[in-house]
């Protein structure tokens, strides 16, 4: 599976952003979908992911009641609203299949990231 992250970019604190991940290639997803986070200096975060099969979802506590994953099964793309945005967010996001663990373990492949910068 190959995943191609997009949708970051530079946004103000309390703004929003809608990130995406369109996935392709011969192996096609079987759990979910994951998205993560990492800054500078720090290791690679859970952030949220989605069951691939019925929808159900999981956040990471510091991002739940901001952000939304979601998915399109018929574009094989998966979604990530983020709202309320804060200056720790600032990081960049990736998206990884093929779980809905919160782990960096469980997944296997990944994209390649795309920038999010949040300013004051």
């Known amino acids: 599976v190959q995943l191609q992250a997009s949708g970051g970019g530079l946004a103000q604190a309390g703004g929003s952003l809608r990130l995406s991940c369109l996935a392709s290639?011969?192996?096609?997803?079987?759990?979910?979908v994951g998205w993560f986070r990492q800054a500078p200096g720090n290791e690679r975060e859970f952030v949220a992911a989605i069951d691939w099969s019925d929808g159900n979802t999981r956040y990471a506590d510091s991002v739940k009641g901001r952000f939304t994953i979601s998915r399109d099964n018929t574009k094989n793309t998966v979604f990530l609203q983020m709202n309320g945005l804060k200056l720790e967010g600032t990081a960049v996001y990736y998206c990884?299949?093929?779980?809905?663990?919160?782990?960096?373990?469980?997944?296997?492949?990944w994209g390649q990231g795309t920038q999010v910068t949040v300013s004051s």
């Open positions: 990884a299949v093929d779980s809905q663990l919160p782990a960096v373990i469980f997944y296997h492949y």
């Open positions: 290639g011969r192996a096609s997803i079987k759990n979910g």
